[in-house]
């Protein structure tokens, strides 16, 4: 079993920044690969980023591409999610999730074995 907790989510200005972390437990962090994902208000949970298990391989969803940086901390059992220019948009509940490591990057949930509860990002017009 892994235990996930996100923190790191709060209500910003558009333009503004937030940085997520997701901290695990459990098993060795280094043998999963991470990702993040979201969830608005009304829309199904869609993939936002993913890191492979070593921080070699990232992957985007293009709509946060340029403006978001995926990386981990495997000595600290720590991923983030570094979110810069906000928009209304991105306004979601914000999970984390991990994979048992293939040594890729992935974007369909059910690839993931564990989630988080999520942490809210509210951004204001």
């Known amino acids: 079993q892994v235990q996930l907790v996100e923190s790191g989510g709060g209500l910003v200005q558009a333009g503004g920044s937030l940085r997520l972390s997701c901290s695990a437990s459990?098993?060795?962090?280094?043998?999963?690969?991470m990702g993040w994902f979201r969830q608005a208000p009304g829309k199904e949970r869609e993939f936002v980023a993913a890191?492979?298990?070593?921080?070699?391989?990232?992957e985007y969803v293009d709509s946060v591409t340029g403006r978001c940086t995926i990386s981990r901390e495997n000595a600290k059992n720590t991923v983030n999610l570094q979110m810069n220019s906000l928009r209304p948009e991105d306004t979601a509940v914000y999970y984390c999730?991990?994979?048992?490591?293939?040594?890729?990057?992935?974007?369909?949930?059910?690839?993931?074995?564990?989630w988080g509860q999520g942490t809210q990002v509210t951004v204001s017009s």
């Open positions: 999730a991990a994979a048992r490591s293939r040594g890729g990057t992935y974007r369909t949930e059910s690839l993931y074995d564990y």
């Open positions: 459990g098993r060795p962090f280094i043998r999963y690969d």
């Open positions: 890191i492979s298990w070593s921080g070699g391989s990232t």
